[in-house]
């Protein structure tokens, strides 16, 4: 069993940056570097979307709403992952969750909650206009 925790997340304004982090542990034998981490986000009544993913291949995707915006970064010496956001916008407001999977992925399959199997509690983002 993996578990993975989210920190970082906090109050800002809009057109400011943010740094979450997320520190895996107990990856079940494996390499920490055999599974694919990532991050989604989430807002009341909506179901969990995308935001991007560094794949165990050392591949990086983003969701198209990031637009160069956000940059996802592994250390693979301390088992984290962290994600850089610039130029928040009021519309970033979300809880954000990490993730981890140890599937390989398919035909950009990497964008679907359902891929991944473990799941932090999150951490949330607020961006004031």
């Known amino acids: 069993q993996v578990q993975v925790a989210e920190s970082g997340g906090k109050l800002v304004q809009a057109g400011g940056s943010l740094r979450l982090s997320c520190a895996a542990s107990?990856?079940?034998?494996?390499?920490?570097?055999?599974?694919?981490m990532g991050w989604f986000r989430q807002t009341p009544g909506k179901e969990r979307e995308f935001v991007a993913v560094?794949?165990?291949?050392?591949?990086?995707y983003y969701a198209d709403f990031v637009k160069g915006r956000f940059t996802i970064s592994r250390d693979h010496v301390k088992n984290t992952l962290d994600l850089l956001m610039n130029n928040l916008e009021p519309d970033d407001t979300a809880m954000y969750y990490c993730?981890?999977?140890?599937?390989?992925?398919?035909?950009?399959?990497?964008?679907?909650?359902?891929?991944?199997?473990?799941w932090g509690q999150g951490t949330q983002v607020t961006v004031s206009s």
């Open positions: 107990g990856t079940s034998g494996r390499p920490y570097t055999s599974y694919s």
């Open positions: 993730t981890a999977t140890a599937r390989a992925f398919s035909a950009g399959s990497y964008v679907r909650a359902s891929e991944y199997d473990f």
């Open positions: 560094a794949s165990w291949t050392g591949s990086t």
